[in-house]
Nanobody, 123 residues
């Protein structure tokens, strides 16, 4: 099982940018697709972005498409989420997860999760 550690969250103002990272341990990192989810108080995790094993296929929630970019560096066992033009609606705890089954839109599709990183956007 892969161990994941997210970093890069913080408190920013609306319109600012942040880059989150998700570092993985283990040699099997390149076998997994990676997803980003956001969780807010009282709600479950919602899909934000996905990148496949090779990095050639990506997908985004409609709410972030055009503002967020996901990428990965398999040599560094790390996936990134570049977040631009942030709004207060982007506030939440961001989690990365691994999936190997080809499905990626739901939390139940994922095998491992990191501890999350808090993103707070003030308006």
């Amino acid at each position: 099982q892969v161990q994941l550690v997210e970093a890069g969250g913080g408190l920013v103002q609306a319109g600012d940018s942040l880059r989150l990272s998700c570092a993985a341990s283990g040699r099997a990192f390149s076998r997994y697709g990676l997803g980003w989810f956001r969780q807010t108080p009282g709600k479950g995790r919602t899909f934000i972005s996905y990148i496949d094993q090779s990095g050639e296929f990506t997908d985004y929630a409609d709410s972030v498409r055009g503002r967020f970019t996901v990428s990965r560096d398999n040599a560094k066992n790390t996936v990134y989420l570049q977040m631009n033009s942030l709004t207060s609606e982007d506030t939440g705890v961001y989690y990365c997860g691994t999936t190997s089954g080809g499905r990626y839109l739901w939390p139940s599709d994922y095998d491992s999760w990191g501890q999350g990183t808090q993103v707070t956007v003030s308006s």
